[in-house]
């Protein structure tokens, strides 16, 4: 096997995860050709355009650095697999929507015919990297596939999960806290890890790079972000025993993060986790427990995921108790839709639900991002009573309440008595995000609500 030649890098999936990653394989290994295709055509021309497919802070100055010198995109699947050496597959893995584990378990057909188009379009031996997120145990299932034709053509199938967080993924990038990598423990399995490891090692140092069995990466990668969703629950559960006690969760948060054992990050209280990985990745994890019959395991990993839903519908219903127990035919501008900031992402963002629960109570909302418009419009297509404008000035006009779902900086600097001015008296604030100077707020003249605090309100 031609392991240790590799020269040719496919990535199968252009999306938030293959484009950054291979842009900066392409940037960090000048001596590697670097192509990456997907089936969407108008994803692959967006990202040979001045305009890319989607917002990431530094992204378009590092595609543009190797753009069509080791770095190419296209959509010709088949004639790309056939000269690659090792092919990383970053397709969607969602939950399933459909039959058996529909709900919980991650829909794999994405994936699988990937690996078929794989073994059909092969020329010679290839190392296939799992990049996507997956059930443990997915690699054993394409192995099997693979092998399952020619048999002259060898495949090495590995995990390498990705750990970047959007809105930061060129700096998770360039300094990963790791690189995982799994391979079968066999010598051409340990050959083909090498490969991909000389890969990452023309930048991340190399104790940084973790060697592991296949299960081991596939499941750490499942692990890692139930175990971040799980703080974010864990604080945003103490918030509402806060709100009811007057303890207040930023000293809670702080006195809790400052034990080292803890340590302060992802213990900010807010109006709930979003993103396309976390929930996925959770129920997956609870239904791969269920089919191994571990019940009780399945139950704890899955109540991560119900705590995040009940702080998104608690918001509302203090939103609503607090405007005099009705938001019918009120105005509310919704200051911000993605699931966090510097991304236009808005997959499972808690300002979905959010907006779905005001206007069953048919209040009227006007929505308002600075990258997320598009996406927004996109999540919301049945709602008659939403509007978008990207000035939060115009959006708060005759409003009578802003609900802060995205902690964008920009939101932090705006003139909020400007805001005041021009809304419906008596004016609302609710707080999702816990980044804004609620005393400020306060003495403007709004009624403001955090969460994990006492409310700054005149009404009393
Ligand atoms: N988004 C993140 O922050 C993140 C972080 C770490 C891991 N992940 C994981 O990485 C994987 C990809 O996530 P993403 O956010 O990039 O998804 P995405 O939906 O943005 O991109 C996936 C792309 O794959 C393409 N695709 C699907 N089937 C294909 C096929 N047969 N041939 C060619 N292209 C095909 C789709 O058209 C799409 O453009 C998922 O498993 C996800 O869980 C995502």
């Known amino acids: 096997m031609r392991v240790l030649d590799v020269k040719h890098i496919l990535c199968i999936g252009a999306g938030y995860v293959g484009g950054p990653t ?210 974010v629950s864990s604080i945003n559960s103490l918030s509402a025993l806060c709100e009811e006690t007057e303890a207040d969760i930023r000293e809670v948060s702080r006195a809790i993060g400052s034990d080292s054992r803890i340590g302060p990050k992802f213990l900010h209280a807010s109006v709930g986790f979003g993103g396309s990985c976390f929930k996925k990745d959770i129920l997956n994890l609870v239904y791969l427990c269920e089919s191994y019959g571990l019940h009780d395991v399945a139950a704890y990993w899955e109540q991560v995921v119900r705590m995040n839903n009940y702080q998104q519908s608690r918001f509302v219903a203090k939103m609503i108790a607090s405007m005099f127990n009705t938001v019918a035919g009120k105005r509310i501008l919704v200051l911000g839709f993605a699931f966090k900031a510097n991304t236009g992402d808005t997959r499972e963002s808690p300002a979905i639900q959010v907006c779905r629960e005001l206007t069953a109570e048919r209040a009227t909302l006007v929505v308002s991002d600075p990258k997320a418009i598009p996406n927004a419009k996109n999540d919301l297509p049945d709602l008659t009573d939403v509007t978008y404008e990207e000035d939060p000035y115009k959006a708060a006009e005759d409003c009578h309440a802003v609900a802060v779902m995205t902690e964008w900086p920009c939101y932090e600097k705006l003139d909020y008595q400007r805001i005041f001015d021009s809304m419906s008296k008596p004016a609302f604030i609710f707080d999702g995000r816990g980044r804004l100077d609620h005393q400020a707020l306060f003495e403007i003249g709004f009624n403001v609500y955090p969460i994990g605090r006492p409310p700054l309100s005149h009404l009393d």
């Open 22 to 231: 291979m842009a900066m394989i392409a940037n960090k290994c000048p001596d590697y050709q670097v192509t990456v295709v997907d089936i969407n055509a108008e994803r692959i021309a967006a990202w040979k355009s001045d305009s890319l497919p989607i917002f990431e802070p530094g992204l378009d100055k590092l595609v543009a650095s190797t753009l069509g010198k080791n770095l190419h995109f296209s959509t010709d699947v088949n004639a790309n697999i056939a000269k690659a050496d090792i092919i990383f597959v970053s397709v969607n893995t969602p939950t399933k929507t459909f039959g058996r584990g529909a709900g919980k378990a991650a829909d794999l057909q994405y994936w699988e015919k990937t690996a078929r188009q794989i073994l059909a379009h092969a020329t010679s031996d290839t190392i296939v990297v799992e990049k996507s997120t997956l059930p443990v145990r997915t690699a054993a299932a394409m192995e099997r596939i693979l092998h399952s034709g020619k048999s002259e053509i060898h495949f090495e199938v590995l995990s390498n999960p990705e750990f970047l967080a959007e809105g930061t993924a060129v700096e998770d990038l360039t300094n990963p806290d790791r690189v995982l990598v799994g391979g079968p423990e066999t010598p051409t399995g340990q050959k083909a890890l090498d490969a991909l490891v000389e890969i990452y090692a023309h930048w991340v140092p190399q104790d940084r790079i973790l060697r592991t069995n296949v299960w081991s990466s596939e499941l750490s990668k499942l692990a890692a972000n139930a175990f971040l969703a799980q703080r």
